[in-house]
């Protein structure tokens, strides 16, 4: 497909990618540049990519308090150096990251950080339901694969959509901000505390609460 040159511009801004490799790889994805930013990065094309290798141990812990003390995060993000650490635009990256685990509730960073029992579980239980819903068994396995998949898009924090921007992922959003910032970043680690959980109460909805504030 044709691909406009303020697309180009754009990609080529976010990724720090050459002019014709931004082309090529929106022409790959149908002009979709949150696609092209992962085909840059694969192909170790973008800013994001060429920086990824590189020690970042400064950053900030940001924390987040949401509904009077109902529901608490706190997340380790780390850059290369301490002059970073300190702006405002790391900082508003992180404060983003915080509200995001509050409203999504995600249980790990990354897939890789999932242990192997529990896909192993989640399988077994996702192709008990294909085969109670009367799949045929031959695709069973290709659907289980799906399922998995949005297992991973539900619980890993990197693979979630932005709740302030459905249309990219957080993992899509870090690489923005490695290309913008100019240093890598890494989200290292997190915590998420929500008042009484575990434990037998009335139900309220504090993550919804936690959503429609972030996308004001």
Do not use: W
Not at 86 to 112: C, G, H, N, W
Not at 138 to 159: A, D, F, P, S, T
Not at 168 to 194: D, H, M, W, Y
Request: charged share 35%; hydrophobic share 40%; with cysteine.
């Amino acid at each position: 497909m044709a691909v406009n040159a303020s697309a180009v511009k754009e990609l080529r801004e976010k990724t720090g990618a050459g002019m014709l490799d931004c082309k090529k790889a929106l022409e790959e994805t149908n002009g979709d540049i949150a696609k092209a930013i992962d085909v840059l990065r694969e192909k170790g094309l973008s800013a994001a990519a060429n920086k990824a290798g590189r020690a970042a141990t400064e950053g900030t812990v940001e924390s987040y308090i949401h509904a009077g003390g109902r529901i608490g995060v706190l997340v380790e993000i780390n850059c290369e150096t301490d002059f970073v650490g300190k702006t405002d635009q790391f900082k508003d990256f992180a404060r983003d990251i915080a509200m995001q685990i509050a409203a999504a509730s995600p249980l790990y960073v990354r897939r890789e950080e999932v242990p192997a029992e529990a896909i192993e579980k989640e399988k077994e239980i996702l192709k008990a339901q294909a085969l109670n819903e009367g799949k045929p068994e031959k695709i069973v396995e290709k659907m289980v694969e799906g399922r998995i998949n949005k297992y991973y898009e539900e619980y890993c924090l990197l693979e979630q959509s932005f709740v302030k921007d459905p249309d990219k992922t957080i993992s899509q959003l870090l690489n923005e901000k490695i290309s913008t910032i100019g240093e890598n970043i890494s989200i290292r680690r997190f915590a998420r505390f929500e008042l009484g959980e575990g434990l037998e109460k009335k139900e309220d909805n504090f993550v919804e609460e936690v959503m429609a504030q972030v996308k004001r």
